[in-house]
């Protein structure tokens, strides 16, 4: 089994910062890549930013200079620091995990509960 949690969400004004976390524990062979994702309601899921396990990274546009991902190997854990937040920065994130189970050769998406970000304007 494997789990990922998240912490780190809450309620911030516009223009403020908040440090989301996930951990991944388990049965983890390696894990490729880690990532977070939103979805705000009545909007589909969408990419926020990815980190490779060597550094790679990808952000969407919207956050982009405002957003930073990173993570740490050894723990199986991955950040995503938000600045300068905007009210349309409001919704549920999501950790996301592409890994490999030990004894495994196949690597498959895992996901985190959700954390929820709200931002007043």
Same mark, same amino acid.
């Given at each position: 089994q494997v789990q990922l949690v998240e912490s780190g969400g809450g309620l911030v004004q516009a223009g403020g910062s908040l440090r989301l976390s996930c951990a991944a524990s388990g049965s983890i062979f390696t894990i490729n890549v880690m990532g977070w994702y939103r979805q705000a309601p009545g909007k589909l899921r969408e990419l926020v930013a990815t980190i490779t396990n060597d550094g790679r990274l990808n952000y969407a546009d919207s956050v982009k200079g405002r957003f930073t991902i990173s993570r740490d190997n050894a723990k199986n854990t991955v950040y995503l620091q938000m600045n300068t937040l905007? /009210?349309?920065?409001?919704?549920v994130y999501y950790?996301?995990?592409n890994l490999q189970l030990t004894g495994m050769r196949t690597?498959? /998406?895992?996901?985190g509960q959700g954390t929820q970000v709200t931002v007043s304007s």
């Open positions: 905007k /009210p349309e920065d409001t919704a950790c996301n995990a690597i498959f /998406p895992y996901w």
